[in-house]
């Protein structure tokens, strides 16, 4: 597929939120599509049905907040993956705990922010289309017409905004079709916990719940601020429960899996190393080479050789 639009650095994307910290929060990311590019998306096949619009990780994000009384122009989800915030909408101020995620509708006025001694990790993203419509409106309405549902485990819906925003990363039309796809699992996933009521979700080990990321998002790299706040750990508390659990760091299981991947594809593809290194998540050959071998002893083509 050709370029949806130019592949965007977070450093240099504008900032959304205007009553965020000017200098943003460590570890966050962030990206915002070009409003011509939105409005070319929904005039094409596949996308014009669902597109998210703006995507992003604020981890630990003390005085966040935003305040709009005339609505969004898109719709707006906000999973709250650890610490507390606020949300007013619908004529009430509610409290958003871990595990809070709020569906605003477009158009509809509304306030929120973190909570000042618990500021929570918020994954958010924004889409329209006529898709988004019917989710958020099945969302809010399996709620009791209220903007805010209760999850007993995040991660997989939190999981989903962060496969959105990588789509959204990959500056691609293919990405692009990724990141509504995830958009639109996510708000599905929404709208049948509130028909289910709450208390319904099961609860995994944190460490449990980065692997199944780490697993549906292989060979893109997470990093382990990302990984941490989808499970609502710090990511010392990652690393020590990875290295307790599974004897290695995030990182390094990362590596183990893409490393995985590259043994299957020279044990049962003809593809060059080069195409191997980039089906891995690796765009230089020379450092997958390098990887490779330090992992394994040999270089891709010296183990492609071996006898079998």
Do not use: I, K
Not at 177 to 197: D, E, I, S
Not at 214 to 231: D, E, F, N
Request: net charge positive.
């Amino acid at each position: 597929m050709g370029d949806w639009l130019p592949r965007m650095d977070e450093a240099t994307v504008h900032q959304a939120d205007s009553t965020a910290r000017r200098d943003g929060f460590n570890g966050q990311r962030m990206l915002v599509v070009p409003r011509p590019v939105v409005r070319r998306a929904l005039a094409r096949p596949v996308t014009r049905r669902l597109v998210v619009t703006d995507a992003g990780l604020f981890p630990h994000a003390a005085r966040h907040g935003r305040s709009r009384p005339g609505g969004a122009a898109e719709h707006v989800l906000l999973v709250c993956a650890g610490g507390a915030g606020w949300v007013e909408a619908a004529g009430a101020r509610r409290v958003v705990p871990r595990g809070g995620v709020v569906v605003l509708p477009a158009g509809a006025p509304h306030a929120y922010g973190a909570a000042d001694d618990d500021p929570w990790t918020l994954w958010w993203l924004h889409v329209t289309g006529p898709d988004a419509d019917e989710l958020v409106a099945a969302a809010v309405g399996a709620a009791g017409d209220r903007p805010l549902t209760h999850l007993r485990d995040p991660a997989p819906v939190a999981g989903l905004v962060a496969q959105a925003l990588d789509g959204l990363d990959e500056g691609t039309t293919a990405g692009a079709v990724r990141a509504a796809g995830a958009a639109w699992h996510a708000l599905a996933l929404v709208a049948a916990t509130g028909h289910r009521g709450p208390g319904t979700d099961a609860t995994t080990d944190p460490v449990e719940r980065a692997v199944a990321h780490l697993r549906a998002t292989t060979p893109r790299r997470t990093s382990v601020a990302a990984l941490a706040a989808l499970v609502a750990l710090s990511p010392s508390q990652l690393t020590a429960r990875f290295r307790r659990d599974l004897g290695v760091s995030p990182l390094r299981y990362q590596t183990d899996l893409r490393m995985a991947r590259a043994r299957e594809l020279l044990d049962t593809t003809d593809l060059p190393v080069l195409a191997v290194a980039r089906a891995t998540g690796y765009e230089d050959a020379l450092y997958f080479s390098r990887q490779f071998t330090r992992t394994h002893g040999q270089s891709p083509t010296a183990y492609r050789a071996r006898p079998r």
